[in-house]
């Protein structure tokens, strides 16, 4: 069963930077699309970033894009996601899943943009 590991979260004021990392457990990592996922209070759940199996290609959402960049090592089975230029409208728990969203949940990471 694989497992998710999300870590990097915190307090940071507008306009400032944080960088979220997911370890996955288990052996298929390199082998799947990747994606960052977060959800606000009262809001459902959203895809904001994605990258391939290989990392070379990268989607994100428009709400992030220029802001938010999606990065993998296959290496140490871990997903990144800088986030720079932040605003209080990112406030919301991170969470990283595989494109599909089709792995059990992590507890996901809680990011507070505050001023």
């Known amino acids: 069963q694989v497992q998710l590991v999300e870590s990097g979260g915190g307090l940071v004021q507008i306009g400032g930077s944080l960088r979220l990392s997911c370890a996955a457990s288990?052996?298929?990592?390199?082998?799947?699309?990747m994606g960052w996922y977060r959800q606000a209070p009262g809001k459902q759940r959203e895809l904001v970033a994605t990258?391939?199996?290989?990392?070379?290609?990268?989607n994100y959402a428009d709400s992030v894009k220029g802001r938010f960049t999606i990065s993998r090592d296959n290496a140490k089975n871990t997903v990144y996601l800088q986030m720079n230029s932040l605003k209080p409208e990112d406030t919301a728990i991170y969470y990283c899943?595989?494109?599909?969203?089709?792995?059990?949940w992590g507890q996901g990471t809680l990011v507070t943009v505050s001023s």
């Open positions: 899943n595989r494109r599909s969203g089709s792995l059990p």
């Open positions: 288990g052996s298929t990592f390199s082998a799947n699309a």
């Open positions: 990258i391939t199996s290989g990392g070379r290609t990268t």
